[in-house]
């Protein structure tokens, strides 16, 4: 399924600029959807689900206004928004054939992708149990599985794996691969560990615009050169943390690793390494005081 954006702006009532104009395209594939608090990511998402009609412009599905397909296009899209309301009276296998009934999904068809989307969320043993009786990372997959019940064909996560234990993200990382075999996923979060692996283009957002957007090699391109690795102990991370970005720090048998963004080297024992996606995320969103610091 091909998807793209054109011109499409979002200005509320309060006139504040939720989404400049944006053009984007989307094919089959992974899209992390990365920025910070604000940025614009859920207007994007709920424009992309026909749930905001945006203040200007146009989404296309292959090549065709979504608004003159309304019901074939939300038929073919499976949507996990920010927040959702479960019924607490309803197992989960209950508020799943709910939402599969409003998809339009046979009662047949349904009771079968809903026994195959427990298991792969591994939700088996308390599908029968009243959603209250759930814990919140549970909760979380019963909001997963409805969006995948249909089969999706552009699936939009909007912060997925809130509340997930580090083995239900890798089974979430799992899933969504599977199911960009053959589908666009679109995957908003602001935790760039989660879609570093999973996706193979990135979109960075920050106050209503796109920062750049492209596979993880084209972002790294304009920051390498601008990476720094050292060596501190606690007090001198503090003073480098006053006056740099620093996008990583570890312990090392040597003190702390630090990574520092820096278009000059931030001290004499620093040593230039390649970029991560985290180095470019921070660059794009600090980048003004990168090109503003006063080195040490
Ligand atoms: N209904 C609304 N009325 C006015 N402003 C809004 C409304 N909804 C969102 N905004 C503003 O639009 C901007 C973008 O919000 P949005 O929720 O899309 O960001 P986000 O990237 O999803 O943030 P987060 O990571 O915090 O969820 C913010 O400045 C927000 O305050």
């Known amino acids: ?9 979002q200005v509320y009532r309060n006139n504040s600029h939720a989404l400049y104009p944006v053009d984007l395209e989307f094919h089959e594939g992974v899209y992390g959807l990365l920025g910070p608090n ?28 979504i608004n003159t397909i309304q019901n074939e296009y939300k038929s073919r899209i499976g949507y ?50 009243h959603i209250a009786s759930y814990s919140g990372g549970m909760r979380q997959r019963i909001g997963i599985a409805q969006a995948l019940l249909n089969n999706p064909k552009f699936l939009l996560l909007d ?10 993200r890798v089974n979430l990382k799992n899933l969504i691969t599977k199911a960009a075999q053959d589908a666009t996923v679109i995957y ?4 760039v560990s989660d879609i570093e692996a999973l996706a193979g283009n990135i979109i960075i957002m920050k106050q209503g615009r796109i ?21 501190v ?35 004499a024992g620093a040593e230039p390494v390649y ?7 921070l660059y794009l969103i600090h980048q003004d005081k990168i090109k503003g610091e006063s080195p040490a």
Request: glycine share 8%; with cysteine; aromatic share 6%.
């Open 275 to 281: 970029p991560t996606l985290e180095d470019v995320y």
């Open 233 to 267: 102990d606690y007090s001198g991370l503090a003073t480098l943390q006053d006056k740099y970005i620093c996008s990583s720090s570890s312990r090392s048998s040597d003190g702390i690793e630090v990574r520092v963004l820096s278009s000059t080297p931030p001290s």
């Open 38 to 65: 604000g940025a614009g990511k859920s207007t994007l998402m709920n424009i992309l689900t026909m749930a905001k009609k945006p203040t200007s412009g146009t989404v296309y599905c292959n090549g065709v206004d």
């Open 1 to 9: 399924m091909n998807i793209t954006i054109h011109n499409v702006e």
């Open 159 to 168: 912060e997925p794996s809130v509340g997930l234990d580090p083995d239900e």
């Open 188 to 191: 908003s979060t602001h935790i």
């Open 80 to 129: 996990l928004p920010q927040t959702f309301g479960l019924f607490p009276a309803l197992s989960g296998r209950e508020f799943l054939m709910y939402v599969a009934a409003l998809k339009g999904l046979s009662k047949r068809h349904a009771a079968g992708r809903i026994q195959e989307l427990l298991s792969a969320l591994n939700l088996n043993e308390v599908g029968d149990q």
């Open 211 to 231: 920062l750049a957007a492209g596979a993880v090699n084209q972002l790294t391109e304009p920051v390498e050169g601008l990476v720094w690795k050292m060596n």
